[in-house]
Protein backbone atom coordinates (compact mmCIF):
# COMPACT_ATOMS: atom_id res chain seq x y z
CA UNK A 1 0.00 0.00 0.00
CA UNK A 2 1.12 3.70 -0.39
CA UNK A 3 0.43 6.24 2.24
CA UNK A 4 0.20 9.76 0.82
CA UNK A 5 -0.66 12.76 2.62
CA UNK A 6 -2.02 16.18 1.29
CA UNK A 7 -0.72 18.72 2.98
CA UNK A 8 0.38 22.67 3.51
CA UNK A 9 4.21 22.79 2.32
CA UNK A 10 6.59 24.82 4.20
CA UNK A 11 10.37 25.76 3.18
CA UNK A 12 11.59 22.67 4.61
CA UNK A 13 9.75 21.44 1.10
CA UNK A 14 11.81 23.39 -1.18
CA UNK A 15 14.58 21.01 -2.43
CA UNK A 16 11.33 18.40 -3.52
CA UNK A 17 9.24 22.10 -4.83
CA UNK A 18 11.81 23.16 -7.19
CA UNK A 19 12.52 19.40 -8.16
CA UNK A 20 9.10 18.95 -9.38
CA UNK A 21 8.77 22.17 -10.45
CA UNK A 22 11.67 21.55 -13.09
CA UNK A 23 10.04 18.38 -14.17
CA UNK A 24 6.92 19.71 -14.56
CA UNK A 25 7.69 23.10 -15.95
CA UNK A 26 11.47 23.26 -16.75
CA UNK A 27 11.47 25.89 -13.58
CA UNK A 28 8.38 27.53 -13.56
CA UNK A 29 9.70 29.95 -10.71
CA UNK A 30 12.83 30.55 -9.43
CA UNK A 31 14.17 29.26 -6.02
CA UNK A 32 13.24 32.49 -4.39
CA UNK A 33 10.01 32.92 -6.36
CA UNK A 34 8.71 29.48 -3.94
CA UNK A 35 10.40 31.22 -0.86
CA UNK A 36 8.36 34.32 -0.98
CA UNK A 37 4.82 32.34 -1.95
CA UNK A 38 5.86 30.03 1.14
CA UNK A 39 6.18 32.80 3.31
CA UNK A 40 3.10 35.29 1.70
CA UNK A 41 0.30 35.31 4.16
CA UNK A 42 -2.22 35.47 0.55
CA UNK A 43 -0.29 32.29 -0.85
CA UNK A 44 -1.39 28.36 -0.15
CA UNK A 45 0.91 25.77 -1.62
CA UNK A 46 0.25 22.27 -1.14
CA UNK A 47 1.91 19.32 -1.88
CA UNK A 48 1.35 15.17 -2.11
CA UNK A 49 3.59 12.78 -0.65
CA UNK A 50 4.32 9.05 0.06
CA UNK A 51 5.04 8.77 3.76
CA UNK A 52 8.13 6.03 2.39
CA UNK A 53 9.80 8.71 0.20
CA UNK A 54 9.31 12.44 2.12
CA UNK A 55 12.40 13.75 -0.14
CA UNK A 56 10.18 14.20 -3.24
CA UNK A 57 6.52 15.39 -3.80
CA UNK A 58 4.21 13.84 -6.12
CA UNK A 59 1.98 16.70 -6.83
CA UNK A 60 2.09 20.01 -6.34
CA UNK A 61 -0.39 22.98 -5.90
CA UNK A 62 -0.59 26.79 -5.13
CA UNK A 63 -2.81 29.50 -5.08
CA UNK A 64 -2.95 33.40 -4.37
CA UNK A 65 -5.99 34.67 -2.26
CA UNK A 66 -6.79 38.11 -3.67
CA UNK A 67 -9.52 39.80 -2.38
CA UNK A 68 -12.41 36.99 -2.41
CA UNK A 69 -10.67 35.26 -5.61
CA UNK A 70 -8.72 32.08 -5.36
CA UNK A 71 -6.08 32.53 -8.53
CA UNK A 72 -4.79 29.04 -9.15
CA UNK A 73 -1.31 29.45 -10.54
CA UNK A 74 0.11 25.79 -10.14
CA UNK A 75 -1.15 22.37 -10.85
CA UNK A 76 1.32 19.84 -10.96
CA UNK A 77 1.56 16.09 -11.23
CA UNK A 78 5.23 13.91 -11.44
CA UNK A 79 5.25 12.44 -14.86
CA UNK A 80 5.07 9.16 -13.43
CA UNK A 81 2.55 9.32 -11.37
CA UNK A 82 -0.40 10.39 -13.64
CA UNK A 83 -3.55 9.62 -14.39
CA UNK A 84 -3.92 7.97 -10.84
CA UNK A 85 -6.08 10.71 -9.48
CA UNK A 86 -3.61 12.69 -7.72
CA UNK A 87 -4.26 15.81 -10.44
CA UNK A 88 -7.85 15.55 -9.18
CA UNK A 89 -6.75 15.15 -5.36
CA UNK A 90 -4.61 18.39 -5.24
CA UNK A 91 -7.63 20.65 -6.82
CA UNK A 92 -10.18 19.39 -4.64
CA UNK A 93 -7.84 20.72 -1.76
CA UNK A 94 -6.98 23.90 -3.03
CA UNK A 95 -10.48 24.34 -3.77
CA UNK A 96 -11.01 23.50 -0.19
CA UNK A 97 -8.40 25.72 0.96
CA UNK A 98 -10.11 28.46 -0.68
CA UNK A 99 -13.65 27.62 0.56
CA UNK A 100 -12.15 27.35 4.30
CA UNK A 101 -10.71 31.06 3.81
CA UNK A 102 -13.85 32.19 2.60
CA UNK A 103 -13.30 33.09 -1.16
CA UNK A 104 -16.03 33.12 -2.97
CA UNK A 105 -14.50 31.78 -6.22
CA UNK A 106 -11.82 30.46 -8.61
CA UNK A 107 -10.04 31.38 -11.45
CA UNK A 108 -7.26 30.30 -13.48
CA UNK A 109 -5.23 30.25 -16.81
CA UNK A 110 -4.65 27.25 -18.65
CA UNK A 111 -3.25 26.78 -22.48
CA UNK A 112 -5.82 25.56 -24.79
CA UNK A 113 -3.70 23.07 -25.87
CA UNK A 114 -3.46 21.69 -22.58
CA UNK A 115 -5.98 18.65 -22.69
CA UNK A 116 -5.35 16.94 -19.62
CA UNK A 117 -5.53 20.29 -17.32
CA UNK A 118 -8.65 21.18 -19.42
CA UNK A 119 -10.62 17.93 -19.19
CA UNK A 120 -9.42 18.10 -15.00
CA UNK A 121 -10.84 21.61 -14.72
CA UNK A 122 -14.14 20.57 -16.44
CA UNK A 123 -14.56 17.96 -13.86
CA UNK A 124 -14.98 20.35 -10.83
CA UNK A 125 -16.78 22.43 -12.80
CA UNK A 126 -14.41 25.56 -14.14
CA UNK A 127 -16.18 27.20 -17.24
CA UNK A 128 -14.65 29.37 -19.81
CA UNK A 129 -14.66 33.09 -19.33
CA UNK A 130 -12.15 34.45 -22.07
CA UNK A 131 -9.75 33.60 -24.30
CA UNK A 132 -5.98 35.66 -24.83
CA UNK A 133 -5.30 34.58 -28.30
CA UNK A 134 -1.42 33.73 -29.40
CA UNK A 135 -0.74 34.30 -25.60
CA UNK A 136 2.19 31.80 -24.99
CA UNK A 137 5.77 32.18 -26.59
CA UNK A 138 5.01 29.58 -29.00
CA UNK A 139 1.51 31.29 -30.10
CA UNK A 140 -0.96 29.19 -28.04
CA UNK A 141 -3.81 30.70 -27.05
CA UNK A 142 -4.58 31.16 -23.09
CA UNK A 143 -8.16 30.53 -21.86
CA UNK A 144 -9.17 31.80 -18.45
CA UNK A 145 -11.29 30.08 -16.59
CA UNK A 146 -13.84 30.59 -13.47
CA UNK A 147 -15.21 28.45 -10.92
CA UNK A 148 -17.96 30.67 -8.60
CA UNK A 149 -19.97 29.60 -6.03
CA UNK A 150 -17.44 28.20 -3.74
CA UNK A 151 -19.22 29.51 -0.45
CA UNK A 152 -22.62 27.76 -1.21
CA UNK A 153 -23.73 24.92 0.60
CA UNK A 154 -24.29 22.53 -2.51
CA UNK A 155 -20.59 23.25 -4.07
CA UNK A 156 -19.20 22.03 -0.50
CA UNK A 157 -21.43 18.95 -0.51
CA UNK A 158 -19.78 18.88 -4.15
CA UNK A 159 -16.81 18.35 -3.13
CA UNK A 160 -16.94 16.09 -0.83
CA UNK A 161 -18.72 13.52 -3.15
CA UNK A 162 -15.51 13.94 -5.28
CA UNK A 163 -13.70 13.63 -2.25
CA UNK A 164 -15.00 10.55 -2.08
CA UNK A 165 -14.43 9.45 -5.37
CA UNK A 166 -11.00 10.50 -5.31
CA UNK A 167 -10.20 8.05 -2.28
CA UNK A 168 -12.42 5.02 -4.25
CA UNK A 169 -10.12 6.15 -7.18
CA UNK A 170 -6.65 5.97 -4.90
CA UNK A 171 -7.53 3.13 -3.43
CA UNK A 172 -8.04 1.36 -6.42
CA UNK A 173 -4.85 1.06 -6.94
CA UNK A 174 -3.39 0.83 -3.56
CA UNK A 175 -2.77 3.97 -2.26
CA UNK A 176 -4.37 5.86 0.74
CA UNK A 177 -4.75 9.00 2.14
CA UNK A 178 -3.70 10.49 5.55
CA UNK A 179 -3.90 13.24 7.18
CA UNK A 180 -0.29 12.93 8.40
CA UNK A 181 2.62 10.53 7.98
C1 LIG B 1 -2.88 18.23 -15.78
C2 LIG B 1 -2.32 17.28 -14.69
C3 LIG B 1 -2.18 18.06 -13.40
C4 LIG B 1 -3.31 16.12 -14.49
O1 LIG B 1 -2.81 15.32 -13.43
P1 LIG B 1 -3.23 13.78 -13.26
O2 LIG B 1 -2.77 13.32 -11.93
O3 LIG B 1 -2.79 12.98 -14.44
O4 LIG B 1 -4.81 13.88 -13.28
P2 LIG B 1 -5.85 12.81 -12.72
O5 LIG B 1 -5.27 11.43 -12.77
O6 LIG B 1 -6.37 13.30 -11.43
O7 LIG B 1 -6.96 12.89 -13.84
C5 LIG B 1 -8.04 13.77 -13.72
C6 LIG B 1 -8.63 14.04 -15.06
O8 LIG B 1 -7.77 14.86 -15.85
C7 LIG B 1 -7.95 14.53 -17.23
N1 LIG B 1 -6.70 14.04 -17.76
C8 LIG B 1 -5.55 13.80 -17.07
N2 LIG B 1 -4.59 13.40 -17.93
C9 LIG B 1 -5.13 13.40 -19.16
C10 LIG B 1 -4.63 13.11 -20.46
N3 LIG B 1 -3.37 12.73 -20.63
N4 LIG B 1 -5.46 13.25 -21.52
C11 LIG B 1 -6.74 13.65 -21.33
N5 LIG B 1 -7.30 13.93 -20.12
C12 LIG B 1 -6.49 13.81 -19.06
C13 LIG B 1 -9.00 13.44 -17.29
O9 LIG B 1 -10.26 14.09 -17.42
C14 LIG B 1 -8.85 12.81 -15.93
O10 LIG B 1 -10.00 12.15 -15.50
P3 LIG B 1 -10.19 10.58 -15.87
O11 LIG B 1 -8.92 9.91 -15.47
O12 LIG B 1 -11.38 10.21 -15.04
O13 LIG B 1 -10.41 10.53 -17.35
C15 LIG B 1 -0.96 16.67 -15.14
O14 LIG B 1 -1.10 16.15 -16.44
C16 LIG B 1 0.21 17.64 -15.12
O15 LIG B 1 0.85 17.84 -14.09
N6 LIG B 1 0.50 18.25 -16.26
C17 LIG B 1 1.67 19.16 -16.36
C18 LIG B 1 1.45 20.45 -15.62
C19 LIG B 1 0.23 21.17 -16.13
O16 LIG B 1 -0.01 21.26 -17.33
N7 LIG B 1 -0.55 21.73 -15.19
C20 LIG B 1 -1.71 22.52 -15.49
C21 LIG B 1 -1.31 23.92 -15.75
S1 LIG B 1 -2.72 24.95 -15.98
Not at 80 to 100: H, M, T, V, W
Not at 135 to 145: E, F, Q, R, S, T
Amino acid sequence: MTRLTLHSLTEAHLGPILALDHLCFGQLWTEEGYRRELNSPNSILLGIEDCEQPESLLALGCLWAIVDEAHLTIVAVHPEQRRRGLGQLILSGLLRAACDRQLARATLEVNAENRAARSLYAQFGFQEAGRRRRYYANGDDALILWLSGLQNGNFLQKLEEWDRQIQQRIEAWGGKILRRC
